[in-house]
Every structure is written in C-alpha cells, then in structure tokens.
C-alpha cells in the first residue's frame, strides 16, 4: 500500500516530460579499524535545493510518507555487520509540505553514513545496493537505487583507505586519495591567503596521533554515570567540534556507542575546556567550529541497568595543522564494575598485590591548562632556600660563640698576620682559611644530599623512626651543652690533620681549617645536626644549609683578617661561653619535643598533644630563664657573683619568652580551641589536638557522618573530609567546588598557613561556607587494610599517608607541601594549584579567584541545559 502511494506521489509531482534529473550522488569508501573489523562508508552528494531523507523516521508505515534512505546487503556468511548504521551530515528535523507538514528528518547538502562490518572470508565482495528519494520544494523523484560493490583485502601492517565504485547511476569517477584546493590560514581564522594543497594522509603504523585522547568515568548516583573524552592536542593542531557542519568540509568529532540493553544514553554529548574558534574556515571554505588548544573535553550522561558489561564504542574526528589533515577514530570501553580512578583495578600478577591506579584524566588534564587563570603554582621554593641560608647562617653565628670556635679566631688570625711576610699575603691566606671552611662544610651538605637522594631526605622530615631518632639525638646533644660529658670525633683525626697543616701553602691552610672542623665538633656538631635535619625537606637543602653556616663561621677570620685592630673590641674568652653552650642546650631540648610531636602524630600515640607540649615548652624557657638569672648551676659553671648587663637582658629576655608561651593556653572563641601562637607555627602540635577542651566532632552532622566516616574535624576546627572520594563525593551533593589540601602533621609551612591565614576572618567563611575542605595527610603512616601497587609509579603503598602522597604524585607531579588545589566537584581543576606563601589577602583572592571561575562554569552548564531543553534534548 505504502509503496502504491509512493508511485502515485512521484506521478504527481515529476513532470512528464525533461530532463532526467539525479540529485543524489553516491561514493563509497571502506577502512580498516582493527583485526578483521572495516567500516563501510556511504557518502551522498546532494545538489543545492535537493534533500534526502533520513533512515531513521518516526512516522509510522501506513503514512503518506517520503521513503527513508535504506542501505541493504546481498546476504552471505563471508561478512557479519557490527552494531548498527550510524549517520551524521547536515541533518534537520522540520515539517515537510508534501507529505501533509508531518515531521521527518532528511539532510541537505551532504550525508554519510558509516556500517561497521566483520570479513570472515576476504575472497568475496560485499554486494547491495543504497535506495534513496530526493525531493525539492515543488517535487519528489521516484525512489532510486544505487549497485555497491567492496572487495577488502586482508590488512596488512598499514592498511591505507580503500575506495568502492558506483555500479550505477553514480558518479563515474574514480575516488582518488583526497587532494583539495585549499587556503591556509593566517591567526584570524576569517583571513585567508592562497596556499598549495592541503593533503589528508593516513598515519603510518606506530606514528603517534597529534589528539591524544584519555577516557574517565564519574559515578553520579546509583545508576547514572557521567563518561569524560578528553583530548589533548599537540601544538599546532586543530580539532573540530561535533558542532562543526560536513558539508564540504572537515570531519566533525562524532562519538559511535554500540548499542546495548544494559544502559541507556542520557542527553546529548557535551564539550568543554580548551580554547575555541569558529568562523569560515581557510581549509575548507566553510563554516565550522573548532578546539585551536586543548585539553577538550566532551562528557556524555549514561543511565546503566548492568554495570558488570562494559560501554564501548569509537570516537571518529579530524586533526589537521597547517599542511595536512588527518582522518581518525579510537575505540574505547568503560568498565565501571572496575571503579573509577582510585579505585582498585585489578591484581599484579608479578606480587600478587592489588594494583591501583590513582590518576584522574580530568584532574590531569586541566592541571596542566586549569579552567581559571589565577593562582602560583610553587610560589614558596625560591623563598624557602633563602630562609634555609639564613637558618645555617645563624646557626653559624651560634657556633662563633661557643668556646671551641670563639678563641680559635684571634689566635688564627694572629697566626696569619704575623708569620706572612707582609700585609697583603696575611690577608690572602686568611682568606684562603676562610674559603676553606666553606668548602669544607659545604663538602658535607653535598654528601648528605648524594648519599641520601632529594626523596629520602624529604621523607626524614615526617618519617616516625627518623624523627624519634632526632628526638633521642638532639636530648643527647643538649646534656651534652650542659657539660655532662662531649661528644667529639676521636683523637687521631685531629693529630693527623694537624700534622698535614704544618706542611704550609695552599694544602696547609686547607688542613688547619678541616683540623678547626673536627676539635669544634663538641660545639658545633649539635648545631650543624640541627640545621641539616631541619633543612632536609628539599634536594637542596643541606647544601644551601651549610653554605649559610660556613659562611658565618668563615666570615670573623676574612675580617679581622683585613682590619686586625678589631681584635681588640673581642670580649675576652671566660665563663659567659659557657653561658651560651647551656643555653643553645636548652633550645636543643625544647627542639627535641618538636621530632617526637611529628612522631607521635603521624603515628597516632597521643602521647604529646598541646597541652603537654606547651607546658614542656614553658618548663624548659623557665628553667632557662632561673639559669640566667643564676639560680640553676651546672657542671661547668661558676657561682653567679654579679649579673652583668647583657645576661640580665638575656634573663628578662627569656622571661618575657616564657610569658608569651603561657598565652598559648587563652580560648580562641573563633577556632573553639586554643590561642595557637605565631611563633610556634610549625613547632608546636595544632591547637585542635587536645585533651582537655570537649571533643569538637560532637558538632559535626551525624547523618554526614554516618554516610562519609572520613568527615572529621580538621586545622582551626574547620570541617573537612580525610578521605579524596568521600569528599568529593559530598561536593556533588550540595554543589560546591572542593579545596584539595595536601598536608602532613610534620609540615611546619602548613601549620603557618593553618595558623597565620586560614583564621582570617575573609578566609575562614569562604572555606567554612563556600568549599568543601578535603585533607590529605601524606605522612599519616595509619596501615592500609592492605598493601596495594600504584600502577603508575610500580611502588608498594603500604599506609594512608603513601596512598594520598601517590595520588598527589601522578596526577600533580609534585610531592612537596602544602599544596592547596581548587577543584569542581566532576574533578576540574579551577585555578593554578598553590604552594606556601605568606599573606592573607594573597590567599582570600586566591580562593575568590577559584569561586568565580566555578560561578562561571555553573552559569555556562545552566545555559547548556537550556539550550537542550530548547532542542528538546533528554
């Protein structure tokens, strides 16, 4: 009956008389995807004011209705079809007048449609033909049919696009590779210049794709999922848009899905990020889209009714630069019964361990070019080493005073004035003296560092057993000040170098300052351990350390060598030295409590919080403030006859100290916990790790609680999350960006930012009310409930804290903190990440940065979801 009404409809319409008009025209192509796999292309020139009909129709059979274009195959086992035909070309949805203004969907221009196939016998072709109607405004031609024939050959190494031929009523052309008359652009995309040919090629095998594509997956509730395509373009390349027009012109990015009953797309693919242009394109003479900068990213909603079957299908697109274009597609498949990114993938089958793999692509992908253009990534380091050169410089300082070093210096200035043979030369062999003490010690930094590696030294700064060791270390050099017994290199080192300094010359001052090196180690052994466990959190650490300490201690015998009249302004060697070694004790065992806080926290004793920590603080300053003032003795000491003026400012100095540390024990109404003290930043455990004020996560919301166990209380009693897919997780539900805050409990610049600029008031309600706070402890040595393999980085991951220092490691190739990171909740990160850096205002405009950008990016996704409604998309 249908095709009845179809022949009368052509006598209607089609002139009895003229012309035999044909405004379809057909090609087709083949090309290999892989294995045994092809797909066959049909492609359909339609002339201006013609238009072709859709395959896939919502009218129903018994309708007066235009025919759909229908590709149909000559049966035969040497070929099984894959999935179903896909289309793509300028397609529109609209009334159409002679068929009574029913709804169809036809193209106009052009069309392609794409049937994948599987070879099973390469010997025989695969036969059919393609029947499609063309109507004007006024007409419809009869349905007519178009012969194919493809005869594939079995691919080889590189298997190069293989054209099929008309059989009839189509184009008597040969296809040819493709070579087109093109114009190459100019930065404008709307100027254009003459080029000579632009040539789209096939890769060879092995060649790296300009578009690098990456897949992720982000579970939204029980069965919706959100599927991420990312493409990362190489400098100089172009990608087009799905929105980009064929007609003429570049391949569009299209994504195929294979069709399955255990899920169900929802909404159409939509894309984002990277840097986009649109315009007539100099290629191709038409209009298009297209990404000029990635990464982009396309993201399309799945409901999924079975989620142990994977998702698979293939994304087609164009990448073209400045001479060529080149056609291509990827496979790819979703597992989401294997998780997403973080989640384990399976067994090493080399341990036998559960592989995890941590990197999130999205994270990845707009680390490297965030969605925002605000924060400073690394902004600390170049400060951090001029604050460790001055800490070895005044520990350097230190070390003048002591009694091994002080009467060293116009003893050995003397020498080198009175037995050079005039002025000049005394002043080049002190120098030389000088110069040689920073060799020497700058010698022992460069060791530690080759000796231990950047990562093993950063690991001291929070590994437990590292620090119990200074703990016990630093107690044993502060007795050691008191004058209960020296610590010194033995005997025979100093005899020998000595011997080597009696020599003379240039290798004889050498040795008279390596033999100052090892008789002042009593005295400044202690010191140097010092400097280098405190500086030993980056590769360069103990080098600028020691260049700062041998500086200091070179620099008196440089200028006293040149002005030897200041000799006489020394105060004369006596009892006060000791005074100084008593007190650097004193500051080595309240530093002692400092190693053993890191350890007790990243270990979970609670055998040292606050409290006992500052109270320990207050004891050793007021004992030290009793020992100046005279009423403490020890071994080495003499009775206190007269305070002179600079101990008596000493002694008051260290009271006012000593008053200052018992105000860390004021409420802080704003944090509901102790005052934590500026100069304790870093030193003392946080103010939140207490025993006697009320436990603040009885504050905490129990139904977040009992849904996320990682909801916590964290820095300044702030509400975090210690758990990366709780927290982001939780900021899917109430719609708020997530600030990623790697830290650790023996970071000493991430108490300072705690402390000095999160208690800000501006600070402190944008992350109270604005983000969600996500706390990564990378030191927190609490045991896995077992040990995985980061797939990445092939290392065991043993406890919680090697589990986030790994995450922050793949996905933003730093493991150094702080590390502040503003993300959204589908994992994008919005700004530049930040280091340390002092300055509240710096920090407020960094997160209002952060926020804006997520506003921004909010109010574009609302307008998309408009846009689809308006297009009547799910």
Known sequence: MRYLLLFLTAFVFVPLFGQMEDPVRWSFESRHIAGDEFELIFKAKIEDGW???????????????????????????????????TESGNRKVAKEPLFDNINVAYFTKNATFIQRVKINDYGQPITGYVESMACDEEKCLPPSGVDFSFQLKAPRATAPAQSAQPLAAGDPEIAEAVKEEIKKPEEDITKVQQLGKLEVVNLPAGLKMPIEWTFDSKKLSDNEYELLFIATLEEGWTLYSQHTSPDDGPIPTEFHFEEGAHYQLSGATREEGGKKKSGIDPFFGVEVVKFIEGPATFTQKVKVEDSSQPIAGYVTFMACDDSECIPSDVDFAFNLAAGTAGQVAGVDPASGLKAIDQTVPSIRATYVEPLGSCGEEDVARDSSLLWTFILGFAGGLLALLTPCVFPMIPLTVSFFTKSSKDRASGLRNALLYGLSIIVIYVSIGLLITGVFGATALNALSTNWIANTLFFIIFILFAFSFFGYYEITLPSSWANKSDAMADRGGLLGIFFMAFTLAIVSFSCTGPIIGSALVQSATSKMGPFIVMLGFSSALALPFALFAAFPGWLNSLPKSGGWMNSVKVVLGFLELALALKFLSVADMTMHWNILPYEVFMAAWVLIFGAMTAYL???????????????????????ILSLALTIYLATGFFYNETTNSYNSLKLMSGLAPPATYNIFLPDASEGLDAGIKAKYPSYSKCANNLDCFKNYEEGVAYAKEVNKPVLLDFTGYGCVNCRKTEEHIWVAENVRDKLSNDFVLVSLYVDDRKALEEILLSIPRQEKLRNVGNKWADFQIVNFEQNSQPLYVMMSPDERVL??????????????EFLECGLDTYEQLTEDNKKKDKEDKRLGVN
């Open 51 to 85: 238009k072709t009909y859709s395959p896939f129709q919502e009218y129903g059979e018994d309708v007066l209705a235009p025919v759909p274009t229908g590709i149909y195959f000559d049966e035969g086992g040497h070929f099984t079809t894959i999935g179903k035909l």
């Open 629 to 651: 003032f005279g009423l403490i003795r020890f071994p080495h000491d003499s009775p206190v006859q007269k305070l002179s003026v600079s101990r008596g400012s000493f002694a």
């Open 831 to 844: 700004a530049a990440p930040r280091g340390y850096k002092e300055g509240v205002e710096d920090y407020a």
